[in-house]
Structure formats: C-alpha cells, structure tokens
C-alpha cells in the first residue's frame, strides 16, 4: 500500500498560476511554466544582496539579518527582526520586530510594527487579497 504526502497549494510568483506540491518539498519547478519556484521559508542570518527575492513561503529576517532587494516577495509573510530593504509583496502577515529596521514599500494583508522598530520610508497598503492567494494559507 503506498503511503501519501501530505500536499499543499502554492503558487508560482512567475506565471501566477497555482498548483499542489509535497508539503515537505524545498523547490520545485513549475508545471504551468517550467520556471524554479522556492516552496520553503527563506531564513536570513547575514547579509543578503539580491534584485529578487522571492519564495512561497514565508521570509524570515534574523536579529543579525539583513536583507537589500528590489523586490521581496514572500506568500506566506514576512518577519522583519534585522533589516530589510526592498519593495514587499505579501500573501501573509508582515512583522516588523522591536529591533527591526524597514525601508521600502509594502503590500501586505496585515501588517504588525512592534515597538521599538524603525520604519525609515515607505509606503504601506494593505489590499484585501496581495496576490490572489488568500486562500491559500488555510491549505499550508
């Protein structure tokens, strides 16, 4: 008897087109698109320079993080605990940390600013449904 894997439904930030993969799964390629699509949460530690950073998990920014990127896009949400610099879209929550330092715009459902954070500039909007894929999280 073959034992299933438990799925869940992404979407692929190239083509927007949703499809289910292993829950267990890190990468995949897109059956719409054949582009690579990031499945798992980006955890940053240290210094990250990038012009894209994208996944359809969540994007973790450490204490001792830092991110600079043109755009960040993240479906399950962003945790902002170091410093982020970039444009932001969201399928997910956005929290910025007490020692989090932001820079940037954000478009995301809901967005958390402990206190103590530095928001430096940017413009914040928080839609209905980010990406289309606000029911995706009830899948994950």
């Given at each position: ?15 927007r ?6 829950s ?27 012009q ?5 998990g ?5 204490s ?25 879209v969201?399928?997910g ?8 330092r ?7 459902p809901?967005?958390?600013v ?11 909007e ?5 990406l289309?894929?606000g ?6």
């Amino acid at each position: 008897m073959a034992r299933q894997t438990a799925q869940k439904t992404v979407q692929c930030y190239h083509c927007r087109q949703r499809f289910n993969v292993s829950s267990r799964a890190m990468s995949t390629s897109c059956p719409h698109c054949h582009k690579p699509v990031i499945v798992q949460d980006v955890i940053v530690k240290g210094l990250k320079t990038t012009q894209k950073l994208q996944t359809c998990g969540r994007v973790i920014i450490k204490s001792r993080g830092r991110v600079m990127a043109g755009k960040i896009e993240a479906h399950g949400g962003i945790e902002v605990l170091g410093a982020l610099s970039g444009n932001v879209v969201s399928g997910g929550p956005v929290v910025i940390g007490p020692k989090g330092r932001w820079k940037g715009d954000c478009r995301a459902p809901t967005l958390e600013v402990k206190l103590g954070a530095r928001i430096e500039s940017g413009f914040f909007e928080i839609p209905t449904d980010c990406l289309g894929v606000g029911d995706l999280n009830d899948n994950g």
